[in-house]
């Protein structure tokens, strides 16, 4: 399959912007990514868009106020992982000679929805029993401290170490350093999470240029190469999964590090999809980047912090850049892709020249997760 | 997770579970055909206790009070998503619960012993 290049990034700074149109939110990413990668719109085949919450033609509406049309718009719902999903089909789409100029990118405006928990099936069995997403993360964060001896305040740390890196972030939803006392003492959501373990819900956009690696030598060097674009859904069942293993993620971990030729001590950065405390640390050990159980022993050593072996989450993470559903996995490949290219600020890691980007997807019952998306890129 | 199907549950003590009569293949009472084997036999039998999981408590979910939620493992291998009888405090991960249903809903209490 024929290489694909990420020549161009763009994205918004998360919030609540109730008064921004969905178009308004998304195109001001579009026009960046174009700038970014110096091409015009013409030169774009295809594009594809990632929203949960959008409704129809999320990808038309975004575009059509700045005059891209008529090409082929492909609209992926995969929860949190859509816009990842998105890239993934791209990559695709290029690497079987389909495409040479792609548009990815996710979109989604939850400050429609009014706060509070995002809405679930409600024909799903367990969501009719009162589950939601917090409820469901809280007992896997039950079950891990449970079985590891560990307490709520090591859980509390993630956020601290989230909210610390996020402070470094201009585009962060969430700004400024929080303590732990601070952290612990917030408002309890679903025991044992408080609301700073939480993701917040905003507004946000973030979108790609992805070409093939011959077309993207027209107009730049400095693209980054998508080593693996790993998509895969989990695995259902109606009995017993232990929830501190993240199954599609151990499984796409595996195959995406398989397919690249690498291994955890390979990344030199990563974001992944911190929605609630526990879920770093779950998929710390899913990535390898902790051995089982000794994700907490991970973070209290400042390995996952920057400055350490494998910076998790320099952005600020779900839990401090925020998590805007649809466009939390453009937003995670933005960040990865300026990483490699250095243009990160203060919170950049040095030397960087492979990072992974990783995005779950959606709570329905008899799941880990629904979709799972895993991208690892490399400097060019 | 728990399986699909909540809607079917009958009122009254435990949980039905329906298995495959083709595959043995167990899950909570529902859509008919069997998501291993795809044979629309069943075999109907009642859970009346489990071992629970794991659990949550989310204040003000219900009626302004706690909401009490967790994962119950029944011993015919499905597991089950149940409401927490209060007081909360009872519950720990691995407790042994007695299972019902009432409108759809299930329950969970404490249990001195899963065994019968």
Redesign the interface.
């Given at each position: 399959m024929r290489e694909a290049v990420i020549i161009g990034t763009g994205m918004v700074p998360i919030g609540k912007r109730p008064e921004t149109s969905l178009s308004a939110l998304g195109y001001p990413a579009v026009l960046e990514a174009l700038k970014d990668a110096g091409i015009e719109r013409s030169e774009v085949e295809a594009a594809w868009c990632g929203s949960a919450m959008s409704g129809m033609m999320a990808g038309q509406r975004v575009l059509a106020p700045i005059g891209m049309s008529g090409i082929p718009i492909v609209n992926c719902e995969n929860a949190c992982s859509s816009s990842a999903t998105a890239l993934n089909q791209a990559v695709l789409a290029i690497g079987s000679g389909a495409v040479d100029v792609a548009l990815v990118f996710g979109v989604e405006k939850l400050s429609r929805l009014g706060g509070g928990t995002l809405p679930l099936d409600p024909d799903d069995a367990d969501v009719a029993q009162g589950l939601n997403m917090p409820a469901l993360y809280a007992m896997r964060a039950r079950r891990y401290l449970h079985d590891h001896g560990h307490s709520p305040a090591d859980l509390g740390e993630v956020a601290v170490k989230a909210r610390r890196h996020g402070a470094l972030n201009p585009d962060a939803q969430l700004k400024g350093e929080v303590s732990l006392e601070a952290v612990m003492s917030s408002r309890m959501i679903a025991d044992p999470f408080t609301l700073f373990q939480c993701c917040p819900t905003g507004d946000g956009a973030a979108a790609l240029i992805v070409a093939s690696a011959s077309a993207a030598r027209k107009w730049t060097s400095a693209g980054v190469s998508i080593a693996v674009s790993e998509l895969t859904s989990g695995r259902w069942t109606s009995g017993f999964r232990d929830m501190t293993i993240p199954e599609v993620t151990v499984r796409g971990a595996a195959e995406a590090y398989e397919r690249a030729g690498i291994g955890p001590s390979d990344i030199d950065v990563a974001e992944i999809h911190d929605a609630f405390t526990i879920a770093e640390l779950l998929y710390y050990e899913a990535f390898g980047f902790a051995a089982r159980g000794g994700a907490v022993a991970a973070l209290r050593s400042g390995a996952t912090s920057l400055g350490g072996r494998i910076p998790v989450n320099p952005s600020g993470g779900l839990l401090s850049k925020g998590h805007p559903v649809g466009a939390t996995g453009a937003l995670q490949i933005v960040e990865i892709v300026r990483q490699l290219q250095g243009r990160c600020g203060a919170r950049q890691v040095e030397g960087a020249r492979v990072g992974l980007a990783h995005a779950t997807g959606g709570g329905i019952a008899g799941f880990d997760h629904g979709a799972c998306a895993i991208h690892i890129l490399r400097r060019s | 997770?728990?399986?699909?199907?909540?809607?079917d549950l009958k009122d009254g003590d435990g949980v039905v579970i329906a298995t495959c009569s083709s595959c043995d293949?167990?899950?909570?009472a529902?859509p008919a055909v069997c998501?291993a084997c795809l044979v629309e036999g069943e075999i109907r039998t009642v859970e009346h206790v489990g071992t629970l999981?794991?659990?949550?408590?989310?204040?003000g979910?219900?009626d302004d009070e706690t909401?009490g939620?967790?994962?119950v493992?029944t011993s015919s291998?499905?597991?089950v998503?149940?409401?927490l009888e209060p007081p909360h405090s009872r519950f720990?991960?691995?407790s042994p619960v007695r299972l019902a249903s009432s409108g759809?809903?299930?329950l969970a209490q404490p249990a001195a012993s899963t065994h019968a």
């Amino acid at each position: 399959m024929r290489e694909a290049v990420i020549i161009g990034t763009g994205m918004v700074p998360i919030g609540k912007r109730p008064e921004t149109s969905l178009s308004a939110l998304g195109y001001p990413a579009v026009l960046e990514a174009l700038k970014d990668a110096g091409i015009e719109r013409s030169e774009v085949e295809a594009a594809w868009c990632g929203s949960a919450m959008s409704g129809m033609m999320a990808g038309q509406r975004v575009l059509a106020p700045i005059g891209m049309s008529g090409i082929p718009i492909v609209n992926c719902e995969n929860a949190c992982s859509s816009s990842a999903t998105a890239l993934n089909q791209a990559v695709l789409a290029i690497g079987s000679g389909a495409v040479d100029v792609a548009l990815v990118f996710g979109v989604e405006k939850l400050s429609r929805l009014g706060g509070g928990t995002l809405p679930l099936d409600p024909d799903d069995a367990d969501v009719a029993q009162g589950l939601n997403m917090p409820a469901l993360y809280a007992m896997r964060a039950r079950r891990y401290l449970h079985d590891h001896g560990h307490s709520p305040a090591d859980l509390g740390e993630v956020a601290v170490k989230a909210r610390r890196h996020g402070a470094l972030n201009p585009d962060a939803q969430l700004k400024g350093e929080v303590s732990l006392e601070a952290v612990m003492s917030s408002r309890m959501i679903a025991d044992p999470f408080t609301l700073f373990q939480c993701c917040p819900t905003g507004d946000g956009a973030a979108a790609l240029i992805v070409a093939s690696a011959s077309a993207a030598r027209k107009w730049t060097s400095a693209g980054v190469s998508i080593a693996v674009s790993e998509l895969t859904s989990g695995r259902w069942t109606s009995g017993f999964r232990d929830m501190t293993i993240p199954e599609v993620t151990v499984r796409g971990a595996a195959e995406a590090y398989e397919r690249a030729g690498i291994g955890p001590s390979d990344i030199d950065v990563a974001e992944i999809h911190d929605a609630f405390t526990i879920a770093e640390l779950l998929y710390y050990e899913a990535f390898g980047f902790a051995a089982r159980g000794g994700a907490v022993a991970a973070l209290r050593s400042g390995a996952t912090s920057l400055g350490g072996r494998i910076p998790v989450n320099p952005s600020g993470g779900l839990l401090s850049k925020g998590h805007p559903v649809g466009a939390t996995g453009a937003l995670q490949i933005v960040e990865i892709v300026r990483q490699l290219q250095g243009r990160c600020g203060a919170r950049q890691v040095e030397g960087a020249r492979v990072g992974l980007a990783h995005a779950t997807g959606g709570g329905i019952a008899g799941f880990d997760h629904g979709a799972c998306a895993i991208h690892i890129l490399r400097r060019s | 997770m728990s399986a699909l199907g909540g809607k079917d549950l009958k009122d009254g003590d435990g949980v039905v579970i329906a298995t495959c009569s083709s595959c043995d293949y167990p899950r909570i009472a529902g859509p008919a055909v069997c998501p291993a084997c795809l044979v629309e036999g069943e075999i109907r039998t009642v859970e009346h206790v489990g071992t629970l999981y794991s659990y949550t408590l989310l204040p003000g979910r219900e009626d302004d009070e706690t909401l009490g939620l967790g994962y119950v493992d029944t011993s015919s291998g499905v597991r089950v998503l149940a409401r927490l009888e209060p007081p909360h405090s009872r519950f720990t991960c691995d407790s042994p619960v007695r299972l019902a249903s009432s409108g759809g809903v299930v329950l969970a209490q404490p249990a001195a012993s899963t065994h019968a």
